[in-house]
Every structure is written in structure tokens, then in C-alpha cells.
């Protein structure tokens, strides 16, 4: 299906004054897609329209169906779930191309609860339009005056936990971020739910002049609006069951109302009153006019489901990891604790292990050090499920590409996990006695350095996967102890049966922990050292351990190199996890 296009704001300002857009449906049917556990019907035969520079809004009671129809209008559901026909200027619609044209706002408010507003609409711009730093600034602040939001430019958003900006606030950020590119069409679901009166008609009436100003064709879902909201609607298209009942002016419905014999009661708006009495109301097909409206007709973008990006992937790259870095260092909890957990931790270990009579210690120490930084890593979870929320948003809406997403956020990590990986092995490698020699302190630092990169795109690939955090942390911690018993600390290899061996080798301690032994028991110097003595003299040597373990020397530099490959091997699992469910939303 093609959308007729002819231009794409390469800068803002020119879409939402230049091009107007005439939407409708066709006899439109959606049913929940096979598999579900109930079949049932969401939307009936629904023939409906949109006009530029009018304010139209959606309404009915709770499971009528309202944002559905929205999803469809904004091409977010996949046709061919969808019946019927969705025309834009009379022409089908195609979602990849509708997106560059059109905003879309949904309930919830995905954002980065660490930026500034300011910040947030900036990086928009620079996603949306490929503007520099300086051009996306002057076009947040332009939006921060169209949208009220001047006062609490410099303010956080907020969240859960944090302090920040109001709910009203927010959600008209919300709308900035989807108005950033200046759409002509915008469409939004429930803008209102949760705010007061105030803020609610506030939310309108800023829609509301911009249909009328700019010429905008603005949709948006209300479950039950008050007086104030009813005088600045100019249409309305009524919904229960999934069933059309009216569109059109409110005059026309109270009109129809009244000559049907029908008195509204003096306290109650005429919309609440024809909700109630909802199973009267027919389609009133002789009040929409005609469905072909002579608004310009534009080019045609013939290359179906391509999205056209405005950055370059390097700057897509650039621009992300400005931004994981700000909010990185603004979630106090992730960085600043994460350093005071690594220096801590060395500097506890250090004096624990200290000087331990027995090298037999030093095997004990490798294994939990391990332990205490892969199971650790579950802690950035609730991270990377924010961010997927919000990544999914604004590739859907074609901002960026989900491979620059991967890299900036593997990117990023490999500075802050070094510092954090230096800040536990200074302490903790001189406090305990291991060898003490730089090159060994160095491929220790190494070593743990890649641990924590592993850990990390470990939980990053599950942080695709899974669809919460309980689910995921039960998941993260059953892997994490199966991969510990597995590692050969608790059973060697050569006495693991058979048919569990795989998992000795998919172990992400495997190839740490014996990496540790051979920097500390490998050479001319560590396989004399002696690991265990009794009666009659050494036990167990560097040598013999090393042996037992099945452990070569060439296999030092070997371990290093598979725990990158399952660095990267991880890290691309992530990236065709999030493709698959960025592609399922743009279909």
C-alpha cells in the first residue's frame, strides 16, 4: 500500500503548514489475532473520517474499542489483522511512510526520567530531523513556548523514585516529542487520563489550536469529557462494542437526540447522554458529506515498509551515546553506586583474603569473585526494560535504527565498566598477595574488565527477551547458578556426565576462572607454587592443578578470547531480539 508523499521536513516547520491530510476508514473489521485464548471482535465495519484543521475526537465507554481504532488510524497495527481499507488523500496507507508525516502519542509516557525536558526535545530533533546540537535546541525551545513548558525547561522529567516535572507536564513532553518533526496529522490516546479538569483542558485546547492554526488533522481518544472539553471539539466520532454509532458535530447529535423524543437533563453534557443511551443510536452515514475531499494529492513514496532515516548510522551511533551517558551518569543508583560497589568490594575482599596462608584461598577467592560479578549484573534490569519501552516507541516512528541502538549502548558500557573493573582489582589484587608482577596484575584487571562486559550483555540479551522483571531475574538467576556448577570449580570436567557437558562449555565462569589459575598458577614460577600441604610435603602444585583441570598454557590468552566472542554473540542476540519486536510493531 502506498502513501502519497511528497515532502519530508528536512527541517521543522514546513509538513504541518504545506501538506494537509484527509484520512478515513473503510468498512474496517479487527479480530484479535489467531492464538489468542478468546476470539472476540474489537471493531465492526467502521467508516469514519479525519479532517485537517479539525479536532476530532474519539469516544466511548471502556473496551468500546476507542484506541484501537486510534492504532489503526496510526497504522500501528498490522494490516493484515485489519479488514477494510485506511485512505489517506484517497489513497491506501502505508505505515512506514505515514510515520514520517504523522505523530503518535500513546497512553503511556515513555521517557527517560533523567533528562531535562529541554534535553528531551532536543534529542527528538536530533533524531526526527537530523539537526545540529545548536538547530535541535532552538526547536525544543520553540516547542517549549508552543507547549507551556517554558518554566520547567531545565527541570527532570522524572519517575518512580525520582522527583520531577507533573503529570500534565508530561504528558504534554509527550506530545512535544511527536510534534518535534512538525507533523501534519497527530493522533493520541487518551491525552487526559489521570489529570485534572485544568490540566486536561489545557491539553485540548493546545490541540485544538493547533487543527485550527496550522492545520493539523488531530485525533485523539477521551473516555468521558466534561463541558469545558465539549465546546472545543469540532467532531466526534461515538463507539461501543466496536460498533460506529455517530460522527459528527455534538450540535447535530444534540439535535438528533432531542427530535428523537429524547430530554437531557440540564446536568449532563450530551455526549454522557448519548453514551447511556447508546443502544439507540444508529450510523448517521447522510451527515459525513462526501469521502473524497479535493486537498492536494502528493507523490507517491514508492518503496514500501522503508523507513527513511535523518541521521547518518555514525551519528545515530553519536547521538544515542550522548545520551545512555547523561542518563548514566544522572541515575545515581547505576553509576555512582556501581563504583562505590566495585571499590568497596575490592577493598573488602582484599583485607578478607589478605595474606591467606593457604594458595588453596586464592582458588576460593577466583570463584567468588566470579560469582559476585555476574550475579550482580542483574541489577541494571529494570534498566534495559525501560529503555526497550522507549526504543521500541521511537523506532516505530522510524527516529533511529535498532542496530545503532546495540552499538551506542555497548559503546558506552565499555568505558564505565573499566573504570569500575580498575576501581576492584587495585585494591583487591595487592591486598591479597597474588603475584606480584605487573603483567599479571594487568591481565587480572583484564579479566575482570571482560567479566562484567559478559555479564553485561548477558542481562542485555535477556533484557530483550523476557517481558518483565520478575520473569527476568528468575530466569538471569537460574542460568547464572547453573553456569557456577558447571564451571569445573565444583566438579571437574572430566567427571561432568556426558550428556550435561554442553553446559560446561556454555559456562561464562568457565572461562574467566580458568583464566585466573593459569595468570596465577601458569609459568615457570606459578607451578612450583603450593596449593595444599600436609604430611610429607606438597599435596598439590601449580603444576598438578592445572593438569587436573585439563588447562594448557596456550589456553590463557584462548579463554580471553571466547569470553569476547560471548560478549558479542550476546550483544547480537540483543540485536535480533529487538529487531524482531521493533519489526512486529511496524508491521
Same mark, same amino acid.
Given at each position: 500500500?502506498? &502513501? ?134 532552538? =526547536? ?38 511527536? &510534534? ?8 493520541? @490516546? ?6 485534572? *479538569? ?42 461501543? @462494542? ?56 502528493? =507523490? ?41 560497589? *566495585? ?13 591467606? @596462608? ?10 567468588? *569473585? ?26 516505530? =516512528? ?75 531475574? *528468575? ?22 556426565? =556426558? ?89
Amino acid at each position: 500500500m502506498d &502513501l502519497p508523499i511528497k515532502s519530508v521536513p528536512e527541517s521543522a516547520g514546513n509538513s504541518g503548514h504545506n501538506a494537509r491530510y484527509f484520512i478515513e476508514t473503510n468498512s474496517v473489521s479487527y479480530e484479535l489475532p489467531a492464538g489468542n485464548s478468546s476470539h472476540k471482535t474489537i471493531l465492526k465495519n467502521v467508516t469514519c473520517q479525519a479532517r485537517p484543521g479539525e479536532l476530532l475526537a474519539i469516544v466511548g465507554p471502556s473496551g468500546a474499542g476507542k484506541s484501537t481504532l486510534l492504532s489503526v488510524l496510526a497504522g500501528a497495527i498490522q494490516p493484515g489483522n485489519v479488514s477494510g481499507r485506511v485512505l489517506v488523500n484517497g489513497r491506501e496507507m502505508e505505515a512506514s511512510s505515514f510515520s514520517r508525516i504523522s505523530g503518535y502519542v500513546t497512553q503511556d509516557d515513555a521517557l527517560f526520567p533523567m533528562l531535562t525536558v529541554e534535553e528531551t526535545l532536543a534529542y527528538s530533533a536530533r533524531f526526527r530531523l537530523g539537526s545540529t546540537l545548536r538547530e535541535a535546541i532552538l =526547536r525544543a525551545r520553540a516547542l517549549l513556548l508552543q507547549l507551556g513548558l517554558v518554566h520547567v525547561a531545565s527541570s527532570r522529567i522524572g519517575g518512580p523514585g525520582t522527583t520531577g516535572i507533573s503529570g500534565g507536564e508530561r504528558r504534554r513532553v509527550s506530545i512535544g516529542v511527536e &510534534l518535534v518533526h512538525n507533523p501534519a496529522v497527530l493522533l493520541l @490516546d487518551e491525552p487526559t487520563t489521570g489529570l485534572d *479538569s485544568a490540566s486536561a483542558h489545557l491539553i485540548v485546547a493546545m490541540l485544538k489550536s493547533m487543527a485550527a492554526t496550522n492545520g493539523k488533522t488531530v485525533i485523539f481518544t477521551i473516555h468521558q469529557p466534561g463541558f469545558r472539553i465539549l465546546e472545543l471539539l469540532d467532531r466526534v466520532v461515538l463507539i461501543a @462494542d466496536g460498533v460506529l454509532r455517530y460522527q459528527g458535530p455534538l450540535s447535530v447529535l444534540q439535535k438528533w437526540l432531542e427530535e428523537g423524543g429524547h430530554v437531557i437533563p440540564p446536568h449532563v453534557n450530551v455526549l454522557e447522554y448519548a453514551m447511556d443511551a447508546m443502544e439507540i443510536l444508529t450510523i448517521e452515514t447522510h451527515m459525513l458529506g462526501s469521502c473524497r475531499v479535493p486537498y492536494s494529492v502528493l =507523490r507517491e513514496n514508492r518503496e514500501k515498509n522503508k523507513y527513511y532515516y535523518a541521521n547518518s548510522p555514525i551519528n545515530e551511533v553519536l547521538i544515542l551515546a550522548e545520551r545512555f551517558a547523561k542518563n548514566m551518569v544522572r541515575t545515581k543508583q547505576v553509576f555512582v553506586a556501581r563504583m562505590i560497589q *566495585s571499590a568497596v568490594a575490592g577493598l573488602g575482599l582484599g583485607t578478607i583474603f589478605m595474606n591467606a @596462608d593457604n594458595q588453596q584461598a586464592k582458588v576460593g577467592f577466583f570463584a567468588f *569473585s566470579l560469582t559476585f560479578h555476574l550475579s550482580s549484573a542483574v541489577e541494571g534490569l529494570p534498566i534495559f526494560l525501560q529503555e526497550r519501552r522507549i526504543l521500541m516507541r521511537e523506532t516505530s =516512528r522510524g527516529a533511529y535504527r535498532v542496530t545503532s541502538y546495540v552499538i551506542a549502548n555497548s559503546l558506552v558500557f565499555l568505558p564505565f565498566l573499566f573504570a569500575a573493573s580498575i576501581l576492584y582489582a587495585t585494591p583487591v589484587y595487592w591486598l591479597i598477595g597474588l603475584r606480584r608482577e605487573i603483567d599479571n596484575f594487568l591481565f587480572f584487571s583484564l579479566v575482570i574488565w571482560l567479566v562484567m562486559l559478559m555479564a553485561n550483555a548477558f542481562v542485555a540479551c535477556f533484557g530483550a527477551l523476557v517481558p518483565n522483571f520478575i520473569m527476568g531475574n *528468575s530466569v538471569i538467576a537460574g542460568l547464572m547458578g547453573s553456569f557456577f556448577l558447571f564451571s569445573g570449580y565444583f566438579i571437574s570436567k572430566q567427571n561432568i556426565p =556426558r550428556y550435561w557437558i554442553f553446559m560446561h562449555y556454555l559456562s561464562l565462569f568457565k572461562y574467566p576462572f580458568e583464566a585466573f589459575l593459569l595468570n596465577e598458577f601458569g609459568g615457570e614460577k606459578g607451578r612450583k607454587e603450593c596449593i595444599q600441604s600436609g604430611k610429607g610435603g606438597c599435596h598439590l602444585t601449580g603444576e598438578m592443578l592445572l593438569r587436573q583441570q585439563g588447562m594448557e598454557e596456550s589456553h590463557k590468552w584462548s579463554n580471553l578470547g571466547v569470553m569476547f566472542g560471548f560478549i558479542c554473540v550476546y550483544r547480537i542476540l540483543s540485536l535480533v531480539i529487538l529487531w524482531i519486536r521493533c519489526l512486529k510493531i511496524r508491521r
